[in-house]
């Protein structure tokens, strides 16, 4: 696989970090995920159960090898220098409060000493420097500050956060491309060394709000919520239909517009004042939402969807969950995993992204209990005797 012989020690926690891990263990980087002797990451105890085996723990921690150790003990700290130095690490992750692995004696330039090519990912809230970088960060608060939740909801509602951690995904999707950056640059720029990256929440949520902090710059707009409309096009919004349900319509260009107006024969509507040009629609928007609601009520999602799919206009179900499991095109290209859990027997999860052609990634196991690779990493890699691997359990440092 693209990574294989590449080695990530993972100490983040929750959802950023242990995502940038997943993408990198999926694509066949050795991935050793060290975590407290007491309760482990956070993400152990992250969103839904089934008796008593956490469920999103199987997807963001699959394809790694879990440790435990106090990285907050003196003894923990010479143990994880070790532990960069054997494997030559070449990417560190951890998603701490700013400066907690400087006091933990943990600093990049200690690290990289014991391993020149180690490429060190620091994902926090606010980042590692600036008047915010001691605050604790969770995504929420990122959320909340980036602007999204200010232009998500209803325009006479309250803002309106995620129902999932948004700010973290897109935090780590943004560090991966760093990691892969530096690896790059180590191994065919010839410098042999690696890096240190700050990749703040806040930012990386703020970054991918396209075009509103330039239309606050050059327009003075600080944004503001408007449904499931788009101050890009229009007609753009989520429309019930007859039997209850909804479907989603984006005349995103003008020829998609035109074939929408002409299947609901109103081909009229092409020469009215109001709705020729797409400028026009935006600026008469809530005649024109009226006007769609209206044809869209009269027919079920099905019937919606069949006649506006053979008319090549842009629609979709919106979609729940049980319908995402059993839809034809999810299926036909595999898009959910079947997966053998010691814990929970089979169970699907999303499939390894992006899709390569020639090296694609495979998800080999899901996560796996806490510390199931003491052994392997402190015994047989460090090389520990049986009796000090149980002292220092005794003494709370694995």
Known sequence: MPLSGITVIDCGQVVAGPTIAMILGDFGAEVIKVENPEGGDQGRHFGRSKDGVPLTWKQLSRNKKTITLSLSKPAGQELFCRLIKATQADVLIESFRAGTFERWNLGFERLRARSPGLTMIRVSGFGQTGPYKD????????????????????PDGPPTLPPFPLADTTAAMYATIGALLCLYQRDVGKTGRGQSIDVS???SLYTVLSGHAIAQDQLGVPGKRTGSRTSGSAPRNVYRTSDDRWVAIAGSTQAITERLFNEMDRADLLDDPRFKTNRDRLANVEALDQIVS?????????????QLVEAEVAVAPVADFKDLAEDPHLLARKTLATIED???????????????SDTPGKIRHTGLPLGKYNKEIYQELLGLSESELQSLKADGVV
């Open 201 to 203: 929440l806040l930012e």
């Open 294 to 306: 209206a044809w869209v009520s009269q027919r079920s999602q099905d019937e919606c969807i069949e």
């Open 342 to 356: 010691p814990e929970l027997g089979v169970l699907r999860m999303p499939d390894v992204l992006p899709k390569l």
């Open 135 to 154: 605050r604790p960060g969770f995504g929420t608060l990122a959320e909340a500050m980036s602007g999204f939740a200010h232009i998500t909801g209803q």
